[in-house]
């Protein structure tokens, strides 16, 4: 069997967004489980969309994300180059081939005669009008330096089908497909033109691309028929939708894989559920690894109907790789994001981050778990009350001079001894121990839920600091 090729084809024309995220990943998927190639292609033919900076964008996005390529632009590879406005020759080459071969021909048609074959709506039916040229006058009206452009010669009737591996059996009408252009009058090839060279050249088996190219198949067979070239297999990829009628897409301003990295998402996390937008694994299992994706992608996973963009969902599954990870790990990740909160420099960042993991599912997520150490002030003395832990103003008032006494005759302050003396207090004094945590809590930080038990917040905000705050609790009382 041969070799399984394939390629990601993106334009340069922005930010790399979820769609195009997950169209580079499924081929990514499919080539590395049949231990193929996987090819980045940068199709930028379409000058009037390119945007400066976005080829760095998409090799920082996939280097970034797991998802490499073998071979591409800035790694190179035996059928470059890689990126189109530089195979300008090999599309004019190959061009006049085709009109040699019958499916293509030269076109002369100004813009004002293109201009009155459009309808009422704006919609342009070419007419054929200059397939009748005799080849003496085409070369004479480019030798007299004619702009022209080069069309698609469809047939005007006659079905073209083909097996799409999602879809299904796919059949166009010729009649509904026009003369598209192949060549521009710069000598730009347009993508309809390109990606069959392209593919073909590149030796792609396997094309997977999004659903808006399912229909425009058929035309892109009758070129590799006319050429002689053997089809690739073709996977068109359901859409991504943002709610039932919205699609996902960079143009209404939808978030990018950049994007959510700076929300605080896990990498991994993106990836991973970016693999569940349209496939469905076999078991239960949705947390994967690039490797796990891998081993377990299917392309009779893929299904038809519209994948719906869920945040949440990405959210948690974000969270749980952030509870699988070590701590070692998530202080790497989490560090930039621990800057932004107003605890920040003021603490021992490890007991911070420490305190925070098992809260946040992204890391934009820390400095709101950890601000209310820097938050504290006056604040509703019925916190104390708390039937559930036995707890009550009364009791603060009895207990808190006692917990202060202990705590400030401490001399090893670290959580596990702060919890032994709490424990051991409450012991002495015959309450629920809960019910002592509860009013150390809320006379510390002045709040009736923190990340973090109340001796752990004890501890990093050390002893002065929470003898202090007793001190002043006290006095509200
Ligand atoms: N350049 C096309 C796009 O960005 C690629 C389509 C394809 O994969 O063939 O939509």
Known sequence: MKKVRTRFAPSPTGYLHIGGL?????????????????????????????????????????????????EGPDVGGDFGPYVQSERKSIYTEYAKKLVELGGAYYCFCTPERIETLKDDAGNMRYDKHCLKLSKEEVERRISAGEPYVIRQNVPESGVGSYNDLVYGEISVDYKDIEDGILIKSDGMPTYNFANVIDDHLMGITHVIRGIEYLSSTPKYNLMYDAFGWERPVYIHLPPIMKDAQHKLSKRNGDASYEDFVNKGYVKESIVNYIALLGWSPKGNVEKMSLNELIENFSLEGIGKSPAIFDETKMKWLSGEYIKAMTMEEFKKNAY??????????????????????????????????????????????????????????????????????????????????????????????????QALLWIMRIAITGKESTAGGATEVADILGKEKTLERIDYSISLL
Do not use: H
């Open 22 to 70: 997950r169209t580079a990943l499924y081929g990514f998927l499919y080539s590395k489980m049949n231990g193929g190639d996987f090819i980045l292609r940068i199709e930028d033919t379409d000058t009037a969309r390119y945007v400066d900076g976005s080829v760095q964008i998409i090799y920082d996005t996939m280097r970034d994300s797991g998802i490499m390529y073998d």
């Open 336 to 433: 930039e994001f621990l800057k932004q909160s107003k605890a920040y420099g003021k603490y021992d960042e490890d007991k911070l981050l420490s305190i925070a993991k098992g809260r946040v599912q992204i890391y934009s997520e820390i400095a709101e778990k950890i601000d209310f150490l820097e938050e504290f002030g006056v604040y509703d003395l019925a916190l104390f009350e708390n039937q559930k832990q036995k707890a009550s103003v009364e009791l603060a008032k009895q207990i808190l001079p006692q917990i202060k006494e202990v705590l400030s005759t401490l001399t090893e302050w670290n959580n596990q001894n702060l919890f032994t003396a709490m424990v051991e207090l409450s012991a002495k004094l015959e309450i629920k121990k």
